[in-house]
Nanobody, 115 residues
Framework: QVQIVESGGGLVQAGGSLRLSCAAS????????IAWYRRAPGKQRILIAG????????TYADSVKGRFTISRDNAKNTVHLQMNDLKPEDTAVYYC????????WGQGTQVTVSS
């Protein structure tokens, strides 16, 4: 069972930025394509950004394209999500997992964007 830890969330005003980080036990990150997902209040968890195993290919949900950037550092076994120009609709709990996801979820990190 993998342990995934997300961090970096917080409260920010609209237009602000946050950088999320993801770490996981063992070789989980270095052996998988990784994605960030989010669950907004009352909604299902959705994929918002993914990065390939080698880091050379990324994918984004239309709602975050041009504002969010996913990156990975396999040497440090971490994945980051740089979030710029945040909007109130970005308010959610953000999770990191494999792409496609596996049934081991971390606690997530709360991002709250005030208008």
């Amino acid at each position: 069972q993998v342990q995934i830890v997300e961090s970096g969330g917080g409260l920010v005003q609209a237009g602000g930025s946050l950088r999320l980080s993801c770490a996981a036990s063992g070789s989980f990150i270095s052996r998988n394509a990784i994605a960030w997902y989010r669950r907004a209040p009352g909604k299902q968890r959705i994929l918002i950004a993914g990065v390939s195993l080698g880091g050379d290919s990324t994918t984004y949900a239309d709602s975050v394209k041009g504002r969010f950037t996913i990156s990975r550092d396999n040497a440090k076994n971490t994945v980051h999500l740089q979030m710029n120009d945040l909007k109130p609709e970005d308010t959610a709990v953000y999770y990191c997992n494999a792409l496609p996801w596996v049934d081991d979820w971390g606690q997530g990190t709360q991002v709250t964007v005030s208008s």
